[in-house]
């Protein structure tokens, strides 16, 4: 048992294989935080808690006279709102009176055998291989019928602990709930800083950090979707943390919505670490009986840096969040036609991309944008979602039987979320897209949001989108997302329910694209929002990759697909080698370095083949070959960061089979300086025990004198040239 409750059934002490997390009930029936970090054993921790009379502090009824005793200076699981702790809650409550306040007590819990679900949420599941175990605690709220259930899972091997939670209205009257996070932990000791990532369309997940002190560390997302601009995934770690060294404490929401993750010293100098849904648009009405439930939150730690806490994540993302057919089954090397022709397309063009691609190994032939309803360019045509006949000279099916004729499977583009002012779906239902009565909406690509909360929208697209897709046989959906929500108003909810939409919003999203796989279960997803604006666990559940950027640039993706390696396993980062100048920075890279940055991620191509020349239609089949070669690495393998953005002259990473036979480091070389200095990089994760050879220089030395000596390159690399070092086992 992972779980571990004291005689009493007051002390929780959770044990992973190398962690260790606690938290006690106090005799006020406070739930206090103890612990969360290296393995420890399962003795009470509450001695580590000293209190003084902080002043200022007040004292709940059942301190007495002892002033020391302060919900204000208590470390804490789910702390009060209104009733004297002056930090961020978690939970905040508008009661029927207009009082605001919330102050939860624990009465009992429970350990459940298994893996717990959040309904109508992504949540990491059991496998045949591997179960978690769960624990419940139950608080009540002091003065009304409110009940708290704290969810807790826990995955040994991983080093995993979930947290979720679920406000249940047993009162007569209703409740606005205004704040409800996934978790809130009170650090008790210690200096941090946060690491989140961060950017803008076409520029997503920057790594930075930044010392938590007195002034909150606070990012978040109220866009409706996970963001191009905050990632909902970050790091609480120890101050210098590095790749291999230092104490830290992930946390990646499972949730594609509007998300806040923040962490801050309070006057004890513990560090308060919280996320959980953005409070901003937000405000659930509660009847009676009604509850209301969290996404999860997965958090892991790790005693040695990031790059324990990056195979944490990967493993339990890519084994217990990821579903479907293609979760292990390799996945096919695509080759898009958007950066090919964008909308300036017909049959005759995608056949022969999709000829030429066969002809070097290609497998699957992705149409996007621009097949349906009227649609040849961004400004109309979304969710008309019938085939423009036209355009495509004849059926879907008729062309999708002409691509699998070339042996190559067929994918289609989608974006069912959205609709365009000017389409046939929004002049039968304007009141289809979200929008606030009396004000014209903003409008983003052009273009207006479905309003997902709405039975009948979803029942329409899932129509559509079955029907095309079974109709034309597809292989793969690339499920798109272009836009921002904002004029967030339903026109189905009564008005003191105005501030639910965004969340159901996010639950309308999830409940079609969970009953869309069910209709077609053999489908590969590909999640997409303008590339990564919505590169989240919660999405992986539906779609095992997802396009990680519409910068297709080579040394633009170097940080991209850095920063989303912290938490996101490699296999769900959509990466395409396409041409140059690129043609969103209009760099020119060689066409190698373009195939070895792509093969760090779900491969394929975006650019017609046919306009290459021949010396490079060779390359492609050598990539070809080499992401068959390097799949088991790339896709299953331990992956490490060995250089960080800007730092060197160079980046470089490795891929490490799990059996330890073989790796492969790539290195990029970034910036040209006359007189260049050697290039010297790390090597981590050989097995000490056994001899490797160098495939580049065929030297051979031991996994141990290669994780600590490194390597040296004897050779000059042009500015942005690359190369794939092998290291195989002898
Ligand atoms: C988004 C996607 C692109 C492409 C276009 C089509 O920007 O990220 O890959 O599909 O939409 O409009």
Known sequence: MAIKVSENGRLFTLQTKDSSYQMFADSRNVLLHLYYGKKIGEENLSDLIFCTDMGFSGNPEEAG????????????????SGVGDYRDDMVRIRHADGSCAADFRFVSAEVQDGSYRVPGMPALYDTQDEKGETL????????????????????????????????????????????????SMDVLFGDYEMVYFAGRHAMERTMERIPVQRAKVEIGSIRGTSSHHYNPAVILCEEGAGEEYGACIGACLAYSGNFVAAAQKDQKNQTRFQMGIHPTQFCFRLEEGEAFDTPQVILSYSGSGFAVLSHQYHEIIREHMCRGAYKHARRPILINNW???????????????????????????????????????????????????????GTMAQLSSKIHALGMKFGLWFEPEMISEDSDLYRTHPEWALQI??????????????????????????????????????????????????????????????????????????????????????????????????????????????????????????????GSSFFYPISTVGAHVSVCPNHQTARTTPFETRGNVALSGSFGYEMDLNKIPDEEKEMVKVQVAAMKNYYDLTHEGLYYRLSAPGKKDFMAWEFVAKDQSRALITLVKTDAQGNPLPVHTKICGLNPGKQYQCKLNGRVASGETWNHAGFTLHQTLREYDSLLIEFAEV
């Open 437 to 562: 009565p009396g004000r014209v909406p903003n409008r983003g690509r052009n273009q207006l949001v479905l309003d997902m909360s709405r039975e009948d929208v979803r029942e329409y697209l899932l129509e559509r989108m079955t029907t095309i897709v079974r109709e034309a046989s597809i292989d793969y959906v690339k499920w798109d997302m272009n836009r921002s929500l904002s004029d967030g108003f339903s026109c189905l909810l009564s008005p003191e329910k105005g501030g639910e939409v965004y969340h159901r919003f996010v639950l309308g999203v999830y409940d079609l694209l969970e009953r869309f796989l069910a209709a077609c279960p053999n489908l590969l997803l590909e999640g997409c929002s303008g590339g990564g604006g919505r590169f989240d666990a919660g999405m992986m559940y539906y779609s095992p990759q997802i396009w990680c950027s519409d910068n297709t640039d080579a040394i633009n993706r170097l940080s991209i697909q850095y």
């Open 339 to 393: 950066e090919a022709t964008y909308f300036d397309f017909n049959e005759e063009k995608i056949l022969k991309i999709a000829k030429q691609a066969s002809e070097l190994g290609i497998e699957m032939l992705v149409l996007d944008d621009g097949w349906f309803g009227k649609r040849d360019d961004d400004n109309s045509g979304l969710g008309d979602w019938y085939v423009n006949e036209k355009k495509m000279n």
């Open 65 to 80: 006279s002892d002033r020391s005793y302060s919900l204000d200076t208590l470390p804490q699981e789910v702390p009060s």
């Open 136 to 183: 419940v605690i139950t608080m009540k709220e002091k003065a009304s019928d409110v009940m708290l259930k704290l969810f807790y899972g826990v995955f040994e091997n991983q080093n995993v602990i979930t947290r979720a939670a679920r406000l249940e209205n047993h009162g007569s009257s209703a409740i606005a709930l205004e704040k409800m996070l996934s978790f």
